[in-house]
């Protein structure tokens, strides 16, 4: 099958998932706090670090890898892969290097939103 199919056909789930799970979070703890993105992120990452326990060990991993790893828990949260990159620098002992990741990933992500918002502000 297409990789590409695969993982568009997965991060459509993925998409709708976040979807469903944000508006539950929304409808049943209210709006005074982002939960339906801190949930997608927490079990989007527990998610990911099932699959890439279980992926490796099959056969036809690289098909499973790409419809639900970059496929439906991309689509659900990136926040997944995020995680799962940062965990593997650990585990190679690029204590540094992972610490340089996660903190300008975040600083630099949080940055970007807000110098988009700012870009959108000036031109109006």
């Known amino acids: 099958m297409n990789a590409l199919f695969l993982v568009m056909t997965g991060g459509a789930i993925g ?31 527990l998610a990911m ?12 991993g690289d098909w499973w890898r790409l419809l639900l790893g970059v496929g439906v828990l991309g689509g659900f949260t990136t926040f997944s892969a995020f995680s799962l990159d940062a965990v593997l620098m650990l585990e190679r002992g690029a204590w540094m290097q992972m610490l340089v990741y996660v903190m300008v990933s975040v600083i630099g992500s949080v940055a970007a939103l807000a110098a988009g918002f700012q870009l959108t502000r000036v031109m109006a």
């Open 49 to 60: 670090g099932v699959l890439a326990g279980t992926v490796a060990r099959l056969a036809n």
């Open 15 to 45: 998409a709708g998932l976040r979807h469903l799970v944000g508006r539950a979070a929304l409808a049943t703890l209210g709006p005074a706090f982002p939960f339906g993105t801190l949930i997608v992120n927490i079990a989007g990452g």
